[in-house]
């Protein structure tokens, strides 16, 4: 949701400014839960729950919530600040029905673009090479001991 929103801002090392960053993420995430409740209550829990993108979601509202501004006012959306709440809850299911769930479909999982390692199947046992270098360093050795 924050990559989507580019809700990250470079210079969250001071504190005020981190705070408000995590103060924004967690009202994203309140709206978010909203518009996927609405969603359960018109399309079904299991359906949303399978097939909804929380990432497609999230682009699809930060592309239409600047056309959303520029069409109507600020002072048009007042109204639903002032709105009780089963008024608001019933907006938003009417609304939550006339979406398009295509457009916020889960991604398909992907084939592996690799394919799987093949295996030697070697029967001999593992030889180790610090131990090929110790013999071969004692062996030395010992060759230089006997040809003093």
């Given at each position: ?10 210079t969250?090392g001071?504190p005020?400014a981190a ?10 995430y ?11 209550a018109?399309?079904?829990e299991?359906k949303?729950?399978?097939e ?7 682009l ?5 919530y ?19 709440g089963?008024?608001l ?13 295509e457009?916020i ?7 592996p673009?690799k394919?799987k ?18 013999e071969?360093k ?9 040809n003093?």
């Amino acid at each position: 949701m924050t990559v989507a929103l580019n809700c990250e801002v470079n210079t969250l090392g001071y504190p005020r400014a981190a705070l408000f960053g995590f103060c924004v993420a967690v009202a994203a995430y309140n709206v978010r839960s909203v518009l996927k409740a609405a969603l359960r209550a018109v399309h079904g829990e299991q359906k949303v729950r399978e097939e909804v993108s929380g990432y497609y979601m999230a682009l699809e509202w930060a592309m239409v919530y600047p056309e959303m501004m520029i069409a109507l006012p600020a002072a048009e959306w007042e109204v639903f600040g002032r709105m009780p709440g089963e008024e608001l809850a019933a907006s938003l299911r009417e609304w939550a029905g006339q979406i398009n769930l295509e457009r916020i479909k889960n991604a398909p999982p992907r084939k592996p673009t690799k394919e799987k390692t093949r295996r030697i199947k070697d029967k001999s046992p593992h030889v180790s090479t610090a131990r090929l270098i110790d013999e071969a360093k004692k062996a030395r050795q010992a060759k230089a001991n006997k040809n003093q």
